[in-house]
């Protein structure tokens, strides 16, 4: 199984308005990929204060999965999201493979 995790750090004045739309709008705009079978989202617990910061991972099948997500889905997924909150949060992406 592969892992997709996105951290995102966003800016308190708009975290409510963000977490809202990831759950209503974003993350399912993902899983409707078709790529993933299942994702998470999880608030970190030990970050400063004038920030929320949250981990969202997708899981997927195989590497492929997640390369074609890669190139055909996330360009357009990542685009909205930063026309929304534009200079409002910061996002660190990684990939994990389960062993």
Same mark, same amino acid.
């Given at each position: ?11 308190n004045?708009?975290a409510q308005d963000?977490l809202?739309w ?7 705009d ?5 790529k993933f079978?299942?994702q %998470? $989202?999880?608030?970190l617990i030990s970050v400063? +204060?004038?920030? =929320?910061? !949250? %981990? $969202? ?6 590497? +492929?999965?997640? =390369?074609? !997500?890669?190139?055909?889905f996330?360009?357009?997924l990542? +685009? ?15 990939l994990l493979?389960?062993?």
């Amino acid at each position: 199984m592969i892992i997709y995790s996105v951290t995102i750090s966003i800016e308190n004045d708009i975290a409510q308005d963000w977490l809202k739309w990831m759950k209503e709008v974003h993350i399912p705009d993902v899983m409707r990929t078709g790529k993933f079978v299942k994702q %998470n $989202i999880f608030k970190l617990i030990s970050v400063a +204060e004038e920030q =929320n910061t !949250y %981990n $969202i991972q997708y899981t997927c099948e195989t590497i +492929e999965d997640y =390369n074609d !997500y890669e190139k055909n889905f996330a360009p357009k997924l990542q +685009e909205e999201h930063k026309a929304r909150f534009k200079d409002k949060f910061v996002a660190i992406r990684t990939l994990l493979e389960s062993i």
